[in-house]
C-alpha cells in the first residue's frame, strides 16, 4: 500500500554484477543518474537455425531508464548490413535487480540469424 507524498526508495547508483539464469554467464551493468548503461553479459545464443549454442557477448549502446524501480525497453545498433537488438528489463529490490534480456541479430538478406532468446538475471550491487 503506497500513501500519498510517500516515494518508492531510489535506485543505487554504482555497479552491478549478476549471473544469467541457468547458464551462470555474467552480467555487468553501472546505474548512473537514473539510467541503467554500460550492460556487458555473456550469453549462449543459437545461429543459422542449426540447433548449435555458442557463447557470445553483448555490449549494446544507450542507455535504459530507470522510472521508479524499474527500467524496460529495446535498443538496436547497426553495424554495416547487420543490426543487433537488445530487449533488456528488470527491477530494482534494495540493492538486487532481477530481470531479463534478449539479443537477436538481423543481416539484410538472411533475416535473423543469431538468438539468445529471453534470458533471466539476478544481479546486485557492488
Not at 542449426?50 to 549494446?60: H, R, S
Not at 537488438?85 to 538478406?109: A, L, P, Q
Request: charged letters at 25%; aromatic letters at 12%.
Amino acid at each position: 500500500m503506497l500513501f500519498a507524498g510517500v516515494a518508492p526508495a531510489a535506485v543505487s547508483s554504482g555497479s552491478y554484477k549478476g549471473k544469467i539464469a541457468f547458464q551462470g554467464y555474467d552480467i555487468k551493468f553501472k546505474v548512473k543518474g537514473g539510467r541503467v548503461t554500460n550492460i556487458t553479459a555473456r550469453m549462449l545464443t543459437e545461429c543459422d537455425g542449426d540447433g548449435a549454442y555458442e557463447t557470445f557477448l553483448i555490449a549494446p549502446r544507450g542507455s535504459w531508464k530507470i522510472k521508479g524501480s524499474k527500467f524496460s525497453g529495446k535498443k538496436t545498433d547497426t553495424y554495416g548490413h547487420s543490426k543487433a537488438t537488445v530487449v533488456f528489463k528488470g527491477k530494482f529490490s534494495g540493492g538486487k535487480v532481477t530481470g531479463s534480456i534478449r539479443e537477436w541479430d538481423y543481416v539484410d538478406g538472411n533475416g535473423i540469424v543469431c538468438d539468445t532468446l529471453v534470458r533471466k538475471f539476478t544481479a546486485k550491487r557492488g
